[in-house]
């Protein structure tokens, strides 16, 4: 427990160094306190510090919420059928980064940061900026100028300081990593508190379903902090022996960019190297995942499955979502194609969770 650890070279950090990735350039990984007391649930507020048991926050006093977490959990169709969406976008700023921004804040209050940078010019730029906010912590995001004004509205709305870099964007993070030398990198791909923040939807789906676990749990994967997190959690509740088994997880990526679709196809144990295509869900616009390794790991451990879907397919979806009553982000729709697609394959097991990681209204 606080302490860092590379799943590569075995060297492990202090939590207290500001550190974000480990001397040999791979991301690194946090053990859990834990494990959860079932009966310690009882009275605890509903939001994803009902799990704070296994969360690496010591003090309560320095965690910094806006209620995130304990999100709906709804049948897709209004005759229930066993599947499940896990409405995510409606955490505070409208997306599921809201959890690992709230425990990667809380622990930046905890050590004292006063200052951070990160970038990212979409749904985990706005998370960030309005926990730091909460916290009064100086915030600076960083991001491509040529990024759609739109897009960019709500970071500064919770005064964050929004640095326009020129060029690529791969200029874009030459310029956090130069900050990054001295101020804390509070970076949502490489930090593990972030995939602390998302395992809580693993509890949450546990409890949600009267301490079960679902057969299959289908999301969107860029960097993968969502399937990533979700499968901590769901093997520290095995390793606790609360659940026999983990649920398959399938990752969905978008046809124009999907190098761990492309991985898992050909059997391969890293992500395939792809260009940079268009597509509407930019959320999982991912050229080279950092925990690819980690993600193809763990998709085959669980016996789940990675798979690409069209832009047409993710349009589709969406429009199925919005006559559903549910307005999502293209991202997000991309995991009910995903889902679609195997439904055509062949009839889905009962309790299957599709995780909606985002609001529509981002997208608009
Ligand atoms: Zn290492």
Redesign the pocket.
């Known amino acids: 427990v606080d302490i860092y650890r ?1 799943p ?4 492990s950090y202090p939590m207290s160094e500001p550190r974000w990735v ?5 991301p690194l990984e946090l053990e859990s306190p834990g494990p959860l007391e079932k009966d310690g649930l009882r009275g605890q507020e509903f939001t994803l510090w009902r799990y704070v048991a296994v969360l690496p926050i010591r003090r309560g006093e320095d965690i910094v919420s806006l209620g995130e977490g304990w999100t709906p959990l709804v049948p897709l169709e209004p005759q229930s059928s066993g599947i499940y969406v896990k409405l995510e976008f409606t955490n505070p700023t409208g997306s599921f980064k809201d959890r690992g921004a709230s425990v990667l804040v809380s622990k930046l209050k905890e050590l004292g940061v006063r200052e951070v940078v990160e970038d990212s010019s979409g749904n985990a730029g706005a998370a960030l900026a309005a926990y730091c906010a909460r916290a009064g912590i100086d915030c600076h995001i960083y991001a491509p100028a040529y990024t759609s004004p739109g897009k960019l509205r709500q970071i500064p709305a919770y005064g964050a300081d929004l640095v326009l870099v020129e060029g690529s964007r791969k200029d874009t993070a030459q310029a956090v990593l130069a900050a990054a030398s001295k101020t804390y990198y509070a970076s949502h791909v490489y930090n593990p508190l972030y995939l602390e923040g998302t395992k809580t939807v693993a509890y949450e789906l546990w409890e949600q379903l009267g301490w079960r676990v679902p057969r299959v749990v289908v999301m969107p994967i860029g960097h993968g902090g969502m399937l990533l997190g979700i499968y901590k959690g769901f093997s520290e509740l095995l390793h606790a022996g609360y659940i026999g088994s983990l649920p398959r997880l399938v990752g969905v990526q978008a046809r124009a960019c999907a190098p761990l679709a492309e991985a898992f196809q050909r059997g391969a144990s890293e992500p395939v190297p792809v260009e940079e295509g268009a597509t509407a869900a930019e959320g999982i616009k991912i050229v080279e995942p950092v925990r690819g390794v980690e993600i193809l790991a763990a998709i085959r451990q669980t016996g789940g499955a990675c798979l690409a879907v069209s832009e047409e397919e993710i349009e589709e979806a969406g429009s199925e979502l919005g006559r559903r009553g549910f307005y999502v982000e293209p991202t997000s729709a991309a995991a009910l194609a995903g889902f679609e697609r195997l439904r055509s394959q062949g009839p889905m097991e009962e309790k299957t969770v599709i995780i909606l990681t985002g609001s529509g209204l981002k997208a608009t």
């Open positions: 590379c590569r070279c075995s060297n480990c001397d040999c350039g791979s």
